[in-house]
C-alpha cells in the first residue's frame, strides 16, 4: 500500500540569482544523506499546509524568513526512505529572503554554492536530473517521479504543466 511520508524542499536563491542555498549533510554518519548536498525542507506536520512547512523548515534550519516563494513542482520518490519508504515532495525556490542567516544546523553546515558549479559538489544522482528545472524562470511546472531501489534512483519520469 502506498503511503507517502509528505515533505517539503526548497532552494533559496542568492540575491544576485548566481548562488543556491544548501545544507551540507555532515554531522550524523547514520544520516542517509550523509555527505550529500540538499536543499532546504523535512516532513509536513499534521495540521500544516505546504506554505506553513516550508516556512518553518527554513526558518528552523537556516534562520531566514521565505518572503517571496515559488511551488515549482512535486516530486514522488517511491523506495526512497532508509528502509524503503516512500516520499512525496513539494519542490519551492525562494527567490526573497529576510533574517539572520545560521552557519550550521543540527544537519550539517549551510553553504552557498554557484549554480553553475551544482555538477561538482556530492548529491542525490536524481537531483541531478530534476534540479536544473527548480531555476529555470519560465512558469512551467514539473512532476516528476523517481523510483529508487537500494539507494540508487531506477528511472525518471516527469510531466510539465
Known amino acids: 500500500m502506498y503511503k507517502p511520508i509528505l515533505a517539503t524542499l526548497a532552494y533559496i536563491i542568492s540575491p544576485d540569482g548566481q548562488k543556491v542555498l544548501l545544507v551540507h549533510r555532515n554531522k550524523r554518519e547514520d544520516d542517509i544523506h550523509f555527505g550529500k548536498f540538499n536543499g532546504l525542507g523535512g516532513k509536513i506536520e499534521a495540521g500544516e499546509d505546504i506554505i506553513s512547512s516550508i516556512k518553518r ?26 528502509e524503503g519508504q516512500d516520499w512525496f515532495g513539494f519542490i519551492f525556490r525562494v527567490d526573497q529572503f529576510s533574517g539572520q542567516l545560521v552557519t550550521e544546523n543540527n544537519e550539517g553546515s549551510l553553504e552557498w554554492v554557484s549554480i553553475e558549479n551544482l555538477a561538482e559538489i556530492n548529491m542525490w544522482e536524481s537531483d541531478r536530473v530534476w534540479l536544473p528545472l527548480v531555476f529555470e524562470r519560465e512558469s512551467l511546472s514539473f512532476h516528476g517521479v523517481a523510483p529508487f531501489e537500494n539507494g540508487r534512483m531506477i528511472s525518471w519520469s516527469c510531466t510539465r504543466l
Open 57 to 82: 523548515e527554513i526558518l528552523e534550519e537556516s534562520g531566514l524568513v521565505a518572503e517571496k516563494l515559488i511551488l515549482r513542482g512535486t516530486i514522488n520518490w517511491p523506495g526512497f526512505g532508509k
